[in-house]
């Protein structure tokens, strides 16, 4: 199983950015996935979630309605949208294997995005 984040950056409150998740090494579409993310001496946060077909989504109230979530099951990929975001969601980004219960089993090595 490998997780490879992509698109963290430096961005501008107010801006956009959009994060990407390549996955491999088992049925994508047959797993819920989710971003989690950590700041600077804080604890993991989690993000958003999204079901197997990608018709449900699940956000954190600090992000909902700025960071729509979106995943390609014939490419394997999961997106990230930051729309508008804020200093407060600086943080490395984390994607994520959704066991459906709360529990992660793999995790990318993260990218870094800094709201400033």
């Known amino acids: 199983v490998q997780l490879v984040e992509s698109g963290g950056a430096l961005v501008q409150p107010g801006g956009s950015l959009r994060l990407s998740c390549a996955a491999s090494g088992f049925t994508f579409s047959t797993y819920y996935m989710s971003w989690v993310r950590q700041a600077p001496g804080k604890e993991v946060e989690w993000v958003s979630s999204i079901s197997r077909s990608g018709g449900t989504a699940y956000y954190a109230p600090s992000v909902e309605g700025r960071f729509p979530l979106s995943r390609d099951n014939a490419k394997n990929i999961l997106y990230l949208q930051m729309n508008s975001p804020k200093p407060e969601d600086t943080a490395v980004y984390y994607c994520?294997?959704?066991?459906?219960?709360?529990?992660?089993?793999?995790w990318g090595q993260g990218t870094q995005v800094t709201v400033s």
């Open positions: 994520v294997r959704d066991l459906s219960s709360g529990d992660y089993d793999y």
